[in-house]
């Protein structure tokens, strides 16, 4: 308790009070107002599976309504955390409470995703432990040739674990106050992990089996894709903290934003570990 009161110190009041003389309020929390986002965001993820399906489906401007669909729900994310951001940067309603909560809602994020990919991890080992007779009591099936795991997943894996260095130099920077160092370090993220989608495009490119290849080819695509999904949107999440650290959002005591980035980041490291050995080295062999 000592030491909470002594870190408290250096914050300012605001940070642990919301108030408003307007409605008679005075409290730790934020009382968000009325916003249109969630409702327009939810009509878009609707129409953004409709149009997904479609576009599976082969149907007609199919691909053009699901590129539309996307871009709209970009649209209004883009508007709701700009709203967010106001309220937390502007307005000063991110006390304390506010921003631990905001973190206790990322952790849960982050074992809800945990539990996704456990989900196709369970898949791939009932499959590779029970072998069925149905591939011909063989793992992988035969007739298909597998990646080798020394050559690109070695070489995205040391990309993964080289990014997870710099991007606990840049939290380390963050919390020191040196914003030199911060933007070196989320720079340095990125660059690693935009060649690392690169490489496992080009793994994909040239891969002897595809999707549709038995259950290894199904499970083999569906984790690798839906990880290299998950390092595709840490990236988008780690460059919006990049402009904002560029406008001077986040200081030593307040960068919440920037932290939850950087867990999802450290998120995608370990799922790209467990996939290297699972899937690569031990389930492929």
Not at 58 to 73: C, P, R, T
Not at 163 to 192: F, Q
Not at 196 to 216: P, R, T
Request: glycine residues 6%; proline residues 3%; aromatic residues 22%.
């Amino acid at each position: 308790m000592a030491n909470f009161i002594l870190k408290s110190e250096f914050l300012p009041k605001k940070n642990f009070l919301n108030v408003n003389n307007l409605k008679n309020e005075q409290h730790p929390y934020h009382l968000v107002d009325c916003s249109p986002w969630p409702f327009m965001l939810s009509i878009s993820l609707f129409s953004l599976v409709i149009s997904f399906v479609l576009y599976f489906y082969a149907y007609v401007n199919g691909g053009f309504y699901f590129s539309l669909s996307i871009l709209i729900f970009l649209f209004y994310l883009f508007r709701w955390f700009s709203d967010v951001i106001v309220e937390s940067t502007y307005q000063g309603h991110h006390t304390f409470k506010v921003r631990f909560g905001i973190s206790f809602g990322m952790v849960l994020f982050i074992l809800s995703e945990i539990m996704f990919f456990f989900s196709f991890f369970w898949a791939f080992f009932h499959c590779t432990l029970s072998i069925s007779i149905d591939i011909g009591s063989v793992w992988p099936p035969k007739g298909l040739h597998d990646i080798d795991p020394w050559s690109l997943p070695l070489l995205n894996t040391v990309l993964l674990l080289s990014s997870g260095v710099t991007i606990t130099y840049a939290h380390r920077a963050a919390l020191a106050g040196m914003r030199l160092d911060l933007l070196l370090g989320l720079l340095a993220t990125l660059v690693l992990g935009f060649i690392f989608c690169y490489v496992q495009y080009y793994e994909y490119s040239h891969a002897l089996f595809s999707i549709n290849d038995s259950i290894f080819g199904s499970l083999f695509f569906m984790l690798t894709g839906f990880h290299g999904l998950h390092v595709i949107v840490g990236a988008i999440f780690l460059t919006v903290c990049l402009f904002r650290h560029l406008a001077y959002h986040f200081t030593r005591f307040h960068h919440v934003g920037l932290e939850c980035a950087i867990w999802y980041w450290h998120f995608v490291d370990v799922v790209w570990l467990f996939l290297y050995i699972s899937i690569y080295i031990w389930g492929g062999r």
